[in-house]
């Protein structure tokens, strides 16, 4: 980047490559999507995140339960 413009009168105006305003744009797309899929993960009474920790903590008893058997 340059602070001159094309014309080399150097009044200091910085201008972005297009390729780096698109690559800003598909960082904060990307960015936006992650957290649409979080949220829907963990959002919720019956989230997808509830069902698997109430998968795992009922897999543990029972394993525990298992354990403690003669």
């Known amino acids: ?3 001159t413009n094309k014309a080399g009168k150097g009044r200091g ?3 972005r490559a297009p390729r780096a305003r698109e690559a800003g744009q598909a960082y904060v797309e990307y960015v936006l999507i992650v957290l649409l899929i ?3 993960l963990i959002g919720g009474d019956h ?3 509830a069902q698997l920790l109430a998968a795992f903590k ?3 008893s029972a394993y525990s339960y298992a354990l403690s058997m003669p």
């Open 13 to 15: 105006v910085r201008r």
């Open 47 to 49: 989230s997808v995140m």
């Open 38 to 40: 979080v949220v829907a």
């Open 58 to 60: 009922s897999f543990y």
């Open 1 to 3: 980047m340059s602070l």
